[in-house]
């Protein structure tokens, strides 16, 4: 089993990222609710077992965790409002992007 180390710019840079699809998904709810975003400092990397951030207001919120995949650090986070059917999104969130790779889910 390989152990992974997140560096410091690694995780300011995903934290980055992942602020941008949280704001971007649920900008007015963060807002309103004056919410602070997650800092990343303990990433979950089981997918069994994930992070979970949620959204008041949206009934539903994001779940994430961490994966590498040749040595390159990104989280794979699934969001949705349950009272919106087909709401989920799951995105990968890499250092540099955020890629819409599944929807219509939940």
Not at 24 to 44: C, F, I, N, T
Not at 81 to 89: A, L, M, T
Request: proline share 6%; glycine share 6%.
């Amino acid at each position: 089993m390989i152990k992974h180390k997140l560096t410091a710019l690694q995780r300011a840079k995903l934290r980055t990222q992942f602020h941008k699809l949280i704001q971007r998904r649920a900008g007015d709810l963060v807002e309103e609710h004056r919410l602070q975003l997650p800092q990343l400092k303990d990433l979950k990397s089981d997918p069994e077992n994930p992070s979970w951030f949620p959204i008041p207001g949206m009934y539903g919120g994001f779940k994430f965790w961490l994966v590498y995949e040749d040595d390159k650090p990104f989280i794979i986070s699934e969001s949705w409002c349950r009272i919106v059917e087909g709401s989920g999104q799951r995105h990968r969130i890499t250092t540099d992007s955020i890629k819409l790779v599944e929807s219509g889910f939940v």
